[in-house]
């Protein structure tokens, strides 16, 4: 590919980026073209949160109903030592762990290997505290190894993937990074209620509002999370006004 082609290719690409950020499954148009571009057998966004652990959001372009079944997204992601691998830049997962470490791993034993998947490129969009969002690359045996150019092209789609998260945040007020906690939560079977500024019920995922609904523990009076019994609500209330404050400060 000439030096041009490859430039339409890069600005497609960054095009899809920001296309993603409206999308109603935000990247997986992304991934679905990075994949082909790069000649995969898949490309994937996990977005997860070290303070919610097992909680995780998944976009990929694999559309395998084994590989992308419930069962086996569980399990893949309680054996994901990745996502505790920091990438700050785009890496190989040979480079991460040399001498076949990672094929002695449950995570290529018990889920990759039977998928013939071997080679894995990464790189992380996002790290910190609170959040990781990991870019991940998979090719089979017979495809071969990524290249140097395959890791140019993550590292310059990287800070652009940043920004668009961004833009999501802004543009959907918060509601991405409040989808994800939902439906994580849904999948520990854990209720998960979103509060604003103003200590206003936003939204709730499946679980809390059975649990609302059944107005035993917890309600909602005007727009407000409360207890069932407003003599057992102080603690609630003084709760909700210190993370409220700790917010503001």
């Not at 999308?23 to 996990?46: F, N, Y």
């Not at 097992?54 to 994901?80: K, R």
């Not at 209620?193 to 200590?199: A, E, K, N, P, Q």
Request: charged residues 20%; hydrophobic residues 40%; neutral net charge.
């Amino acid at each position: 590919m000439g030096a041009a082609q490859r430039m339409r290719a890069y600005s497609d690409l960054i095009g899809l980026v920001y296309d993603g950020v409206e999308e109603a499954q935000p990247w997986k148009t992304l991934m679905c073209e990075l994949s082909q571009r790069i000649g995969a057998h898949d490309a994937s966004m996990v977005i997860a949160s070290p303070d919610t652990p097992g909680s995780y959001y998944l976009v990929t372009d694999n559309e395998d109903p084994v590989a992308t079944g419930a069962a086996h997204v569980s399990g893949v992601m309680s054996v994901n030592i990745l996502m505790d691998l920091a990438q700050p830049r785009a890496s190989s997962i040979d480079e991460l762990m040399p001498d076949g470490g990672f094929m002695r791993t449950a995570l290529y034993q018990q889920f990759l290997k039977p998928l013939n998947i071997l080679h894995i490129l990464g790189r992380d969009v996002v790290r910190n505290d609170s959040l990781c969002v990991k870019l991940t690359i998979e090719r089979t045996r017979e495809q071969g190894p990524f290249s140097g150019q395959d890791k140019e092209l993550l590292e310059l789609l990287s800070p652009h993937m940043q920004r668009a998260i961004r833009l999501r945040e802004q543009h959907m007020h918060g509601s991405y990074m409040q989808s994800f906690f939902e439906e994580s939560m849904a999948r520990l079977a854990i209720g998960c209620l979103m509060l604003d500024g103003r200590g206003r019920l936003v939204s709730m995922n499946a679980c809390a509002h059975r649990l609302i609904g059944s107005n035993r523990v917890l309600c909602v009076r005007n727009g407000q999370l409360r207890t069932a019994s407003q003599l057992e609500g102080k603690a609630l209330v003084k709760a909700i006004d210190l993370a409220l404050a700790a917010r503001r400060n």
